[in-house]
């Protein structure tokens, strides 16, 4: 006799006292997983990576209603850019925290001046160079209400996108920026400027943001908790020299 259950149904006891016995045991009875009402839905949502709710949330209308409500939705994390691609998600204003840490051998391709990449390397950022704003510029239409952002390894960021999202996500009190090559000190002055719930900063291995930007920042916004390690120490971006300027510079006047 098979005992197989449909997908998604299980199996309960009913008690049934049998003739001279003390005890009582319940029949299995199956219970498919749409019958669970609302809020326990979410909670079994909640527990799932972001493919998983999208396979699960494929299998019916009523899982997909699950799937597309923005409760289930105050925290993204991705650990590749490529993944910004995907439908596996939903930004709405009930986002809270999103955070984008890709640590790729490619970070380093994208941290090289543009200028000084060859032709190869070019052409490996021209891939994903756009992905990062364009979704920052999807998050600043959507989730207004979004109160950390952490970005590391995102090297084609840039000043003009973070002073967006800051204008856009007037809640924002943590940002956290690791290793995001083209962040400047017009970064710094567009926190001043519109990171009034701001207070977190952090600007970890961003060589292009000076020492004297962050003095001014601390001037400005005294209670803000502002880390930089390395960045001020590093060596930021030059401009290319003219042809024949550096042998120029060799040569006795």
Known sequence: ?????EPGRTRTR???RSPGSRHTVRPLRAMHITQLNRECLLHLFSFLD???????ASTCPQLQDVFEDPALWPLLHFRSLLELKKDNFLLSPALRSLSICWHSSRVQVCSIED??????????????????NDFLLRVCDRCPNLASVTLSGCGHVTDDCLARLLRCCPRLRALRLENCARVTNRTLAAVAAHGRALQTLHVDFCRNVSAA??????AACPRLVLRAEHSAAMIPDQLPSAPGT???????R
């Open 115 to 132: 200028w000084l990449k060859s032709a190869l390397q070019r052409s490996i950022c021209s891939r994903h160079e756009s992905l990062v």
């Open 50 to 56: 972001k493919d998983s709710r999208k396979n699960l």
């Open 213 to 218: 930007g962050l003095r001014r920042l601390r």
């Open 1 to 5: 006799m098979s005992t197989s259950l």
């Open 246 to 252: 550096a042998l120029r510079k060799l040569l006795p």
């Open 14 to 16: 009913r008690r049934v």
